[in-house]
């Protein structure tokens, strides 16, 4: 249901766009997070945007260097990663947030896609 | 920022014991709090929300109980395939955190 692309090898300083589509689900009725594995580690959430794109958050660790976005007419959301660091290496997950409860969990995941700085 | 803190940091069981994982929040979440599953090579997986609500498809042998700041994610019996890291969740203010995870290993 949830499917990432874009993941890669970049220099430090690079740029790198990453791609969840949804399918099976009304996608512009959810809001819809990234979150990111560093080898080795825990969960760390990246970013957040809500169904209708009008709410973005962001982690302290990428504010500043990360957008955010979506396009509901195609199902996807986009994660533009400037500004790329060694410590943002790891497996990005798109997560899509629950119908119930204002959201504030994560009901579906993606497989991940690798991005290596 | 709310911060999670997971506790132990690892537990080793045999398989027919009991689990019992705690989660720790600096400041109260009420009862929205996750649990979620993570087997190695895998996207973690929903396993209890609101605290105490089972995820589809989770086994009646999870269990979730806890409020405001202190939550605990309970196996009654843990089964071969149950030994994973487990990771707790809040959001506030369109904020998300987890905790840094607990590996339940067999012993």
């Known amino acids: 249901q949830l499917l990432e692309s874009g993941g890669a090898l970049v220099h430090p300083g690079g740029s790198l766009r990453l791609s969840c589509a949804g399918a099976g689900f009304d996608f512009g009725a959810r809001a819809m997070s990234w979150v990111r594995q560093a080898p080795g580690r825990g969960l760390e959430w990246v970013s957040a945007i809500s169904a209708g794109a009008t709410i973005t958050s962001y982690a302290d660790s990428v504010k500043g260097r990360f957008s955010v976005s979506r396009d509901n007419s195609k199902s996807r959301f986009y994660l533009q990663m400037d500004s790329l660091r060694p410590d943002d290496t790891g497996i990005y997950y798109c997560?899509?947030?629950?119908?119930?409860?204002?959201?504030?969990?994560?009901?579906?995941w993606g497989q991940g896609t690798l991005v290596t700085v | 920022e709310i911060v999670l803190t997971q506790s132990p940091a690892t537990v080793s069981l045999s398989p027919g014991e009991r689990a019992t994982l705690s989660c720790r929040a600096s400041q109260s979440v009420s009862s929205y709090l996750a649990w979620y599953q993570q087997k190695p090579g895998q996207a973690p997986r929903l396993v209890i929300y609101d605290g105490v609500s089972r995820a589809s498809g989770i086994p009646d042998r999870f269990s979730g109980s806890g409020s405001e700041t202190d939550f605990t994610l309970t196996i009654s019996r843990v089964e071969p395939e149950d030994f994973a890291i487990y990771y707790c969740?809040?959001?506030?203010?369109?904020?998300?955190?987890f905790g840094q995870g607990t590996k339940l290993e067999m012993k």
């Open positions: 969740q809040q959001r506030r203010n369109w904020m998300y955190t």
């Open positions: 997560a899509r947030a629950s119908i119930i409860y204002d959201g504030y969990f994560f009901d579906s």
